[in-house]
DNA sequence: CGTCTCGTTAGCTTAGTAAG
DNA sequence: CTTACTAAGCTAACGAGACG
């Protein structure tokens, strides 16, 4: 059975028809077929870059039941060879759909004159079950040249069903930009080995980048370090060129930076170790991060009259917790073998605890580094240690951390490993 | 409103590579 | 070695936003 419209009026309610093993199979019920991608693009869209879906899944095509919504798994129709077309971005802009065979065609945008098909790859595919998988698609000129200076994506059916029309998808319209745009694209987040112009208000090779550049700071790193330990000597670097709510945007941005997990732990010479600081490779403190998190929380911090009646109460607070082997009284050994040639990290929780004596050993025993603590960041602390670098050498992986009487078995530290890195 | 700066775009140039 | 093709780099033009 055939339905037929005139040339430029199609119906669009057809009546679907099955075959199956070369019978016939009659539906009683009208049907309106159309073609629909799934999911939306994944913008933007470059030049020479595969068209992909959102969320990074393939794109796709499917042949659904207007009035189900539902895809049409079987018949002749779920088979159908399809086509995939660039369409003007401003097709259809508001006419729900309703456009006609030629109307289509008429809004196929083809290639420049002397330039290679506007799209490459696979530009076919066919329906199995109603669904077909958009092959390795791309753009190879950009859309600023036509009408709308965007593009979209259409999809045909190649086949003709005994003249039934099957209603042709598009996409949303989108720009295509020149895959060089990407070069030069801000990164979201940044990393800290990214070049600083990677970062918002910093333009390649512009003002605030030859600032920078003057003053050696030319990774997204070096920016962040000087913003943790001179955040006034950056801002003047910048000069007042840079508009508070530009500087406000790129140092945003720059906090933005996933950090990795090390910590570096500092402890000044003649200090004996009462005093140290755990920071991050930009020189960002646990501390820091912690205050900030306390005034977000107030109502979890405990106030002390002075330090003295802080330390006795702290005692107190931990006396009961895996801490208290750690405060025996034993003398410290400083930190003898302590020398910056290999570093090494453990990780988990910072927490303040009573004064201990905390003792890193490697795997094979050998003593690491000792130091009497005040503050432990347990699995953000961060050692040097000359032994080590020498069995580090030979195949060392990791240590355990020990605190107080380990010669008693009383590991409490054992889950704590410490890695060379 | 003029100036400064960044962000984007795209034409042109250069470098690299494969094929003959 | 020459040629053809492609990718990458350079740079000018233009628009937008901030600021005095």
Redesign the pocket.
């Known amino acids: 059975m055939t339905m037929h419209g005139s040339s430029h009026d199609y119906c669009r309610m057809v009546v679907f028809v099955l075959r199956n093993c070369g019978k016939e199979m009659h539906s009683s019920e009208s049907r309106s077929l159309q073609l629909q991608f799934l999911p939306k693009i994944s913008l933007?869209v470059f030049t020479?870059t595969r068209i992909e879906g959102e969320d990074c899944n393939s794109l796709k095509v499917a042949l659904v039941d207007v009035l189900t919504g539902e895809v049409v798994y079987s018949g002749p129709e779920s088979l159908a060879k399809v086509e995939i077309v660039v369409l003007e971005g401003d097709f259809d802009g508001d006419e729900g759909g309703n456009w006609t065979l030629d109307e289509f065609k008429n809004n196929i945008v083809r290639e420049r004159e002397g330039k290679?098909p506007l799209l490459t790859g696979d530009a076919f595919l066919n329906l199995k079950d109603g669904i077909g998988l958009v092959g390795e698609i791309s753009f190879t000129d950009?859309?600023?040249?036509t009408r709308s200076?965007k593009f979209r994506l259409g999809a045909r059916v190649v086949d003709n069903f005994d003249g039934i029309r099957i209603r042709e998808a598009t996409t949303e319209s989108f720009?295509v930009?020149?895959?060089?745009?990407e070069?030069?694209?801000?990164h979201h987040p940044p990393s800290l080995p990214d070049e600083v112009?990677r970062?918002?208000?910093?333009?390649?090779?512009?003002?605030?980048?030859k600032r920078l550049s003057r003053e050696k700071v030319y990774t997204v790193k070096d920016f962040l370090t000087l913003l943790f330990i001179d955040p006034t000597g950056l801002r003047n670097i910048l000069g007042?060129?840079?508009?508070?709510?530009?500087w406000e945007v790129t140092v945003d941005h720059a906090r933005t930076c996933v950090l990795d997990s090390r910590r570096f732990f500092y402890c000044p010479p003649g200090s004996q170790q009462k005093t140290g600081v755990v920071f991050t490779v930009v020189g960002q403190t646990e501390a820091q991060n912690l205050v900030i998190a306390a005034f977000k929380q107030w109502k979890d911090v405990l106030p002390f009259d002075d330090e003295a009646s802080f330390w006795d109460c702290s005692s107190r607070l931990f006396n009961n917790d895996v801490y208290t082997n750690s405060a025996t009284g034993e003398t410290s050994d400083g930190c003898k073998n302590f020398n910056p040639s290999a570093r090494m990290s453990i990780y988990g929780i910072l927490r303040p605890i009573v004064p201990f004596n905390l003792r890193l050993r490697a795997w094979n025993q050998s003593l690491i580094y000792t130091a009497r603590c005040k503050w432990l960041s347990v699995g953000s602390f961060s050692g040097f240690c000359s032994k080590c670098s020498k069995e580090m050498e030979e195949g060392i992986q990791r240590a355990e951390v020990v605190l107080g009487k380990e010669d008693r078995g009383e590991k409490k530290f054992d889950r704590e490993r410490l890695r060379h890195r």
Do not use: C, T, V
């Open positions: 933007p020479g290679k950009n859309s600023s040249w200076r720009i930009r020149d895959h060089r745009g070069l030069y694209k801000k112009w970062l918002e208000k910093i333009g390649k090779d512009g003002a605030f980048h007042a060129g840079m508009s508070a709510k530009m």
